[in-house]
């Protein structure tokens, strides 16, 4: 069975522009949520999306936004990049209680 | 405000003897309790939960217990192994939003020979 799946792997972006990262959860997951890991705030929780509806959202800028299409695939956008949002960016993918992450993509913002 | 607490940012054990990591936390309407491995640039990965309405749940040689008086829990590692190494998360959630996980801020764990 495939894990969860996230690309690119790594990213490199200016300030100002825009990115879009994709994640493809575990088959039959149909939550996807999105953490944001960084040296000095660890792992936070951005946005949750479930059957194409964000359910839970964290205290992120709307700059940060995501989608889910039908196939339960997610998408994370944030736009107007600063130097902050360097960071690793998780996908999890959860049916029940344990949420499994893919191996993340690496945006750096220069 | 810091509502999952790892106090201890590493932790150095032989191989063969038991890893301890500690986890405490602030809010009470966490209900379930997870613990997950990390390696550089990848994504943690699971290793064991745990419920409120437990106090103890064992995976081989992985144990978590919880002490929801005093707001704490505790993964025990039996024996440790030098692949065990790792920075190890613990994470809160509660029914309400089950999706949203709060971490700790992690530990590193080292097992020497």
């Known amino acids: 069975k495939a894990g969860v799946t996230q690309t690119p792997r790594y990213l490199i972006k200016t300030r100002g522009q825009q990115v879009t990262l994709s994640c493809s959860p575990i088959?039959?997951?149909?939550?996807v949520s999105w953490y944001q890991q960084t040296p000095g705030q660890g792992l936070q929780f951005l946005f949750e999306y479930f059957s194409e509806t964000q359910r839970n959202k964290g205290n992120f800028p709307g700059r940060f936004s995501g989608r889910q299409f039908s196939n339960s695939r997610s998408e994370m956008n944030v736009s107007t990049l600063e130097l902050g949002d360097s960071a690793l960016y998780l996908c999890?993918?959860?049916?029940?209680?344990?949420?499994?992450f893919g191996q993340g993509t690496r945006l750096t913002v220069v | 405000d810091q509502q999952v607490k790892q106090n201890s940012p590493s932790l150095s054990v032989q191989e063969g003897r038991i890893s301890i990591l500690n986890c405490d936390y602030t809010n009470s309407m966490f209900d379930y309790f997870l613990w997950y491995k990390k390696y550089p640039a990848e994504g943690p990965t699971f290793l064991i939960s745990i419920s409120s309405i437990k106090d103890k749940n064992e995976d081989g040689r992985f144990t978590v217990f919880l002490n929801k008086s005093a707001k704490h829990l505790s993964l025990h590692i039996v024996p440790s192994q030098p692949g065990d190494s790792a920075v190890y998360f613990c994470a809160a959630s509660h029914t309400g939003t089950a999706s949203k996980l709060t971490f700790g801020t992690g530990t590193r764990l080292q097992v020497t020979l």
């Open positions: 999890a993918s959860r049916m029940n209680t344990e949420a499994f």
């Open positions: 088959s039959g997951h149909r939550s």
